[in-house]
């Protein structure tokens, strides 16, 4: 079935640090993909998104292709900041007529040190 | 803010007992979602409504059910509630009717303490 499969946390990372988050899914369709956060005592906000192969999703400094040939939806940021600290979850929708299908990742905690 | 609005944001019971929280969607968005999170741990999907009907279950215990009602609003009953129920519970909503989504929105979450 469909599914995704996030890099295990935690992770911790020095201010203005390099950031990568591996993200790789499987889907028998044409899924949509999508980077969520969640900062402490939040709900989930959506970060970026791409709908179809080699889009590049960015938002705030954060970037991710969508690679169909990896089946990967890694997240970036060249120098991450203290306040971007919080827990990051990658996510695939599909489309059915029924209403969009979601499957999440399981999270990977970030913290960002001075 | 991202339209979705649950309440109440905190909720503290005794175990044995019953409690509704409800689900504001996003003004028309037809699917409901509902999600458990418990203390570090990831999202638990427990259950998805489309437009007023049930579209799939996730780990939804038998003590838990939901509906959605004629206006798309959504209500989750958690009865016989243990200590272990204790977690924030998300809502979302996707699939809006007429211009199409693809993203799932979240509300801010109900913190349910069972004591």
């Known amino acids: 079935g469909d599914s995704v499969t996030q890099m295990e946390g935690p992770v911790t990372l020095s201010e203005e640090a390099f950031l990568t988050i591996n993200c790789t899914y499987t889907a028998t369709g044409y899924p949509s993909l999508f980077w969520y956060v969640q900062y402490p005592g939040e709900g989930l906000q959506l970060l970026l998104k791409a709908t179809k192969a080699d889009d590049k999703g960015s938002n705030k400094g954060f970037e991710a292709t969508y690679r169909k040939e990896t089946t990967s939806f890694h997240l970036e940021k060249g120098s991450v900041q203290v306040s971007d600290s919080a827990v990051y979850f990658c996510?695939?929708?599909?489309?059915?007529?029924?209403?969009?299908?979601?499957?999440f990742g399981t999270g990977t905690s970030l913290t960002v040190i001075p | 803010d991202s339209g979705v609005t649950q309440t109440p944001k905190h909720l503290i019971t005794a175990t044995g007992q019953r409690v509704t929280l409800r689900c504001s969607p996003r003004?028309?968005?037809?699917?409901v979602y509902w999600y458990q999170q418990s203390l570090d741990q990831g999202l638990q999907f427990l259950i998805q409504y489309y437009n007023g009907e049930e579209r799939a279950k996730g780990n939804i215990l038998e003590r838990f059910s939901a509906q959605q009602f004629p206006d798309l609003h959504s209500e989750l009953n958690l009865s016989s509630l243990e200590l272990g129920d204790s977690a924030l519970y998300f809502c979302a909503s996707s699939d809006h009717n007429g211009t199409g989504t693809f993203e799932a929105f979240f509300g801010q979450g109900t913190r349910l303490t069972v004591v």
């Open positions: 003004s028309g968005d037809l699917s």
């Open positions: 996510a695939l929708s599909v489309p059915v007529s029924t209403g969009n299908q979601f499957y």
